[in-house]
């Protein structure tokens, strides 16, 4: 009964900028944490950074200082702006939430079906 989408994602040259988006929506009560995770070809899934509805953030130590995560809880949004990507940056992303549904106490994760972006050196 939910859905996540992410959008963004492309093909950039090293030392450039891509904003990723995010939305969730369906029978929705409440989102705690959101957040994005990447995964490269041949390699476990990562978390990047997240966010609680409350603000606060965590982000992996190889893109802290680069990348910044906002939410906007009204909309059920949240993104992730990239600077100085690099090309080890080059995953997949992918978007998480954490819901809590309509008349439904326990939260559960949702992942979108994630996005590709592509740094080239």
């Known amino acids: 009964q939910v859905q996540v989408v992410e959008s963004g994602g492309g093909l950039v040259q090293a030392g450039g900028s891509l904003r990723l988006s995010c939305a969730a929506s369906g029978r929705i009560w409440r989102i705690s944490s959101m957040g994005w995770y990447r995964q490269a070809p041949g390699k476990q899934r990562e978390l990047v950074a997240t966010?609680?509805?409350?603000?606060?953030?965590n982000y992996a130590d190889s893109v802290k200082g680069r990348f910044t995560i906002s939410r906007d809880n009204a909309k059920n949004t949240v993104a992730l702006q990239m600077y100085s990507l690099k090309p080890e940056d080059t995953a997949v992303y992918y978007c998480n939430a954490d819901v809590s549904e309509f008349l439904i106490s326990a939260t559960r994760g949702y992942w979108g079906q994630g996005t590709q972006v592509t740094v080239s050196s």
């Open positions: 966010i609680a509805s409350a603000g606060s953030t």
